[in-house]
């Protein structure tokens, strides 16, 4: 049975472990870009939609960035960054605006919200495997109907980034997202896997089986080279898709350095625990 995250110290009702808030401007512009294009998260901005960034880190300039970029969809929502450290949240005041912008403190009880939209980027990496799935379903849970979460993780500077998308009923797609002349092979995106899948990059997972197919599409692409590495990259996933696997987006998205492929393809073949 995993242990429940405790409660920050000396606080009442906020459900996780404060870390090192690193951030970066821009860090998140990939799964920004993602949302805005998404047709589930489009369709997921009601009118007056209320939208929370989980975990925002030392500053809260990520979330300032998600609110802007969202509200090209929907002008009008309403947007909560929480954190567990009271500190960043007092730091953060100066960012707010008020009604439409605000800063809490708050952990995985989402401060007793229900958005229809929740991103958690490089919160949960920190946690035990099986703290990190009870976080999702404690999450899923507290979303207002229809709503979603977005969970993923990434590089400090976002340029190799993972990110799986959830609704109450459970994990739907998994994306990869990367700056194609960032990589050596595809399979450099392990590194940022998330916590559900960070530990089953190994044979006999459906996870290493995708990332080796993208390894091995990449080596056969490589007459794309001299057209440069976003063009390889098109033609990686072109090819991963041309071998069966059920890739759900297009050429428009490859090129962005996006892939994205149903939950169902990258589940974990075992329960937590039993993968060291
Ligand atoms: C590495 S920073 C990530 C900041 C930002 N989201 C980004 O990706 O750049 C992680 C932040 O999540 C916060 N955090 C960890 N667990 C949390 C939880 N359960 N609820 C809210 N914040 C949490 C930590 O205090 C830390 O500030």
């Known amino acids: ?67 802007a970029r969202l509200r090209t969809v929907r002008p009008d929502l309403r947007m909560v960054g929480l954190e567990l450290d009271q500190e960043r949240v007092a730091a953060a005041s ?33 946690y035990s495997e099986e703290d990190a799935l009870q976080a999702w379903d404690g999450l899923r849970g507290r979303l207002a109907p ?8 990434c590089d400090e500077i976002g340029r190799r980034c993972c990110w799986v998308l959830l609704d109450e009923t459970g994990p739907l797609t998994f994306t990869v997202a990367c700056k194609p002349s960032d990589l050596e092979t595809p399979s450099d995106v392990a590194e940022r896997l ?14 290493h089986d995708l990332l080796a197919a993208l390894d091995d599409c990449w080596a056969t692409a490589a007459p794309y080279a001299p057209f440069g590495p976003r ?25 962005l350095g996006e892939l994205t492929v149903p939950w169902s393809t990258v589940a974990p073949a075992s329960t937590p625990g039993s993968v060291p």
């Open 1 to 67: 049975m995993a242990k429940q995250p405790r409660l920050a110290a000396g606080r009442a009702r906020a459900l996780g472990l404060p870390t090192r808030g690193t951030t970066n401007p821009n860090r998140l512009r990939r799964v920004d870009r993602w949302m805005v294009g998404s047709a589930a998260v489009r369709e997921a901005l009601v009118p007056g939609a209320l939208v929370v960034d989980l975990g925002y880190g030392a500053t809260p300039v990520t979330t300032v960035e998600m609110a």
């Open 94 to 126: 100066d960012a707010a605006d008020p009604p439409l912008l605000a800063f809490r403190r708050g952990g995985f009880e989402l401060a007793g919200l229900r958005p229809v939209l929740v991103r958690a980027f490089n919160v949960l990496r920190q």
């Open 146 to 153: 229809g709503g979603l979460l977005v969970e993923g993780t």
């Open 194 to 207: 998330p916590k559900a899948l960070i530990h089953r990059n190994v044979p006999g997972e459906r996870v």
């Open 231 to 255: 063009a390889r990259w098109v033609e990686t996933c072109r090819m991963v898709a041309e071998r069966g696997w059920p890739v759900l987006d297009d050429r428009r998205r490859w090129r």
